[in-house]
């Protein structure tokens, strides 16, 4: 009898099979030698299946298959390992600069115009008996350390590669195929380290930025290429950033903790940490070129958050003279996000140590990191712990108490977006979830933003959403401000783009310009605003004002009027400032 070949039916489907093997292959960064051994099995079934006469040998070979190229995907997991300092080529290694703790070097980027020091040590591991200490100085090191890879990431929870992939193709619309980048990037408790970009040679004087990154408190790294420090670099700025401890690790409260405190503090490590970072720049910039009476802190979102926080925190009293705030304050007198009571943060902390069964901070600390870390959900929130931070924001800035001498800040058109992505949002939900979060004043806010189709629910509630949780604590923060006699200006980032658009976090890649050269993602339109907003940045860095040749004139604000930064650039005035109107009610917002 003879044998059945491999009808057209086969070949549609084999297709498409392979192509599904291939993609999880390098969505997942799968090794090379997935690829080496994937191949030619997936080449050899159909000759196999070919010769094979029967339909059972066909199912049982197939079968082998599936197991074989199981195998090889679990066998080739891709290895962790530190991510570089400059990707692909670079410029070489600098020359050795010296810090209090020691001697390192750094690597130029490929046209030697800017050099980058990365996983420099600002402070001890906080691991063993440091776990939920206030940061202890680093300790010296011999020989030179070469700066040359970022340290890992602060503990947290991680995605899957395979996750990780699909959501930069989903929803960043920019995955890139390639053999290069097969290794997933290192996750630690010892990560208390920071990163410096500088411009390439001799320097002095030069104005410091410095940045915290965003993630809830609970995630988030500090070499992600929309806010690298290169751009800002290329401007004359120096930027700083910076690993901090997240989640149970940076902002879990109990009572025997703050009694073990030599400061009677808990809760609120990660901050510890960022001030550490900062008084590590005040004590070693200058070895960098950089002017340690002109530092500039800046963040974004929960970032920025920190940011506010440290605006009114006497450990952070004259180590920065102004700051910047992306999408995010805890300057409200309810935060939204990112703060809470220290009550209600011990409370917390209770139930985190009964959640892992033990009795004590001792044999809390003797459970491994990797343990602990699903406590992040829970525990990313700071709070007023009576030392880093003595009052809320909202009550410092009422008494005139705060840092900052000037403010640049800010919030994107459509904030809300990434959060809501996955959120249903029908009529009968939206009007619920509106009664439920303003109460008398559920009326108010519906006649304000009417639906009458479930796309239109959606729409306003994304609109709610945005305010509450990101554009109302810019306004308090724009307010308290001018009545402290700060100037403060404000913008709205609404540029739409292939990318994330005005989405949270989306105005980064231009404010720090680093819009990538090759990215279609992007039109001459985006280049020119990154080259506008990035210009803002580094001249508010120099001296406090962003306004400089050639650029639309940027006035101080309190909040009611914003500088566009979009399609087109200049002055507009605030959105939803009826909804702001209740949420002061609501709060009992004053500046006074």
């Known amino acids: 009898m003879k044998k059945k070949t491999n009808g ?26 997935a690829w080496l051994i994937a191949l030619p099995l997936l080449a050899l079934y159909p000759v196999f299946r070919a010769k094979a006469g029967k339909g059972l040998v066909r199912f049982f070979g197939f079968a082998l298959l599936l197991a074989a190229l199981a195998g090889v995907f679990l066998h080739t997991q891709p290895p962790v390992k530190l991510h570089p300092a400059v990707e692909g080529e ?10 209090a703790d020691g001697q390192l070097t750094g690597v130029s980027t490929a046209d030697k115009a800017v050099e980058v020091y990365a996983g420099i040590p600002y402070a001890a591991p906080p691991v063993g008996a440091l776990r939920w200490r206030e940061p202890q100085d680093p300790a010296p090191w011999d020989g030179v350390l070469a700066a040359d890879s970022f340290a890992p990431m602060s503990m947290q929870p991680q995605d899957s590669t395979l996750y990780s992939s699909l959501a930069q193709l989903i929803g960043y619309h920019d995955y890139k195929i390639s053999l290069t980048d097969n290794y997933r990037d290192a996750n630690s408790e010892d990560a208390l380290y920071l990163n410096i970009w500088k411009p390439a040679g001799e320097q002095e004087k030069l104005p410091v930025l410095v940045y915290v990154h965003g993630g809830s408190l609970q995630t988030g790294q500090p070499w992600y290429a929309d806010y690298s420090g290169e751009g800002l670099a290329r401007k004359g700025v120096i930027v700083v950033n910076m690993g901090y401890r997240l989640g149970v690790f940076g902002f879990l409260a109990t009572e025997e903790l703050r009694a073990e405190s030599p400061n009677g503090t808990t809760g609120n490590y990660g901050l510890l940490d960022q001030i550490k970072a900062l008084e590590w720049v005040r004590d070693n910039i200058a070895a960098f070129g950089g002017d340690p009476d002109n530092v500039t802190l800046a963040g974004e979102s929960a970032g920025s958050a920190c940011v506010t926080a440290l605006c009114t925190s006497p450990l952070a009293k004259g180590l920065f003279r102004r700051v910047i705030g992306e999408s995010s304050t805890v300057t409200a007198p309810q935060p939204a996000h990112s703060f809470r009571t220290l009550d209600e943060a011990l409370e917390t902390g209770a139930q985190t140590l009964e959640r892992f069964g033990v009795s004590s901070v001792e044999e809390l600390r003797k459970l491994d990191a990797g343990t602990l870390v699903a406590a992040a959900d829970t525990n990313h929130h ?32 459509h904030e809300g977006g990434p959060f809501l992505l996955f959120t249903r949002t029908d009529l009968e939900s939206y009007e619920q979830r509106v009664r439920v979060w303003f109460g008398d004043c559920a009326d108010e806010v519906l006649s304000l933003y009417p639906a009458a189709t479930d796309a239109e629910a959606k729409a306003q509630w994304e609109k709610i959403y945005s305010v509450w949780f990101f554009s109302y604590g810019h306004a308090c923060w724009a307010r308290q401000a001018e009545a402290n006699g700060i100037p403060s200006y404000s913008y709205y980032f609404t540029k739409n783009n292939g990318r994330l658009g005005d989405w949270h976090s989306g105005e980064e890649v231009y404010c720090y310009g680093n819009i990538p050269a090759a990215s279609r993602l992007y039109d001459a339109s985006d280049r020119a605003l990154a080259e506008l907003f990035s210009s803002y940045f580094a001249n508010f860095c120099v001296s406090g004002d962003p306004n400089g040749e050639g650029l639309p004139r940027w006035e101080v604000s309190d909040g009611s009027r914003l500088l566009e930064l979009g399609e087109t650039v200049g002055e507009t005035d605030a959105p939803d400032a ?13 500046v006074s």
């Open 90 to 99: 670079n410029g070489g290694v600098t020359g050795i600069v010296t810090v």
């Open 578 to 590: 009826a909804l702001i109107a209740i949420l002061d009610r609501i709060q009992g917002f004053a």
């Open 382 to 413: 700071m709070t007023v712990d009576g030392y880093a931070l003595p009052q809320t924001p909202y009550e410092a800035y009422r008494k005139g108490e705060h840092n900052e001498e000037a403010i640049l800040q800010g919030f994107n058109g």
């Open 8 to 33: 057209v039916g086969f070949w549609l489907f084999y297709a498409l099979f392979v192509l599904l093997v291939l993609a999880l292959i390098e969505f997942n960064k799968n090794t090379l030698a």
